[in-house]
T-cell receptor
Framework: QKEVEQNSGPLSVPEGAIASLNCTYSDRGSQSFFWYRQYSGKSPELIMFIYSNGDKEDGRFTAQLNKASQYVSLLIRDSQPSDSATYLCAVRRGYQKVTFGTGTKLQVIP | DAGVTQSPTHLIKTRGQQVTLRCSPKSGHDTVSWYQQALGQGPQFIFQYYEEEERQRGNFPDRFSGHQFPNYSSELNVNALLLGDSALYLC????????????FGDGTRLSIL
């Protein structure tokens, strides 16, 4: 079982729709959860981070965490073509190493 | 406020050679982590440096080594390069003990011929 699992996609959504990206993790001791956006050929850019169960909103982005289900998700509202990228889910236990998933490729269709 | 800077941007080497990649952390950050990202994969943790010592290490052979300097900058060294070492090498910096997210540099694209 992979430590962090994501559907590789591509996930295609029309412009203006809500994109829902999902991630599961295997380490129940994970305490910090991150979403990074990565454009092709570029480095990861931090989008959201969440530490507690529930929802955290920042502009068009909402991160959702359910530790009991070992599940974290990212919602992107009013998706724009510029949101087309690969979204990496990452988890960390305490101050240990950050473990990344393989990423989900999102395509926003104009 | 400078972010994380890495050099060089691109590098081409041949099998068996050695390479050194460099990273300067974001101002105020004291911890540097290195990652390897192969095409189509997520970043894989190589190791982390804090207070000039390797604190954690991922599942990489000892051909991969590093160093951190008193100014917090860091180097990643890879010896006896293999074709499979071709990847994007990412440096991320953070502040030890805060739990805050890491910030990534633009990476070094290493190609092995």
């Amino acid at each position: 079982q992979k430590e962090v699992e994501q559907n590789s996609g591509p996930l295609s959504v029309p412009e203006g729709a809500i994109a829902s990206l999902n991630c599961t993790y295997s380490d129940r001791g994970s305490q910090s959860f991150f979403w990074y956006r990565q454009y092709s050929g570029k480095s990861p850019e931090l989008i959201m981070f969440i530490y507690s169960n529930g929802d955290k909103e920042d502009g068009r982005f909402t991160a959702q965490l359910n530790k009991a289900s070992q599940y974290v998700s990212l919602l992107i509202r009013d998706s724009q073509p510029s949101d087309s990228a690969t979204y990496l889910c990452a988890v960390r236990r305490g101050y240990q190493k950050v473990t990344f998933g393989t990423g989900t490729k999102l395509q926003v269709i104009p | 406020d400078a972010g994380v800077t890495q050099s060089p941007t691109h590098l081409i080497k041949t099998r068996g050679q050695q390479v050194t990649l460099r990273c300067s952390p974001k101002s105020g950050h004291d911890t540097v982590s290195w990652y390897q990202q192969a095409l189509g994969q997520g970043p894989q943790f190589i190791f982390q440096y804090y207070e000039e010592e390797e604190r954690q290490r991922g599942n990489f052979p000892d051909r991969f080594s590093g160093h951190q300097f008193p100014n917090y900058s860091s180097e990643l060294n890879v010896n006896a390069l293999l074709l499979g070492d071709s990847a994007l090498y990412l440096c991320a910096s953070s502040v030890q003990g805060t739990g805050q997210p890491q910030h990534f540099g633009d990476g070094t694209r290493l190609s092995i011929l």
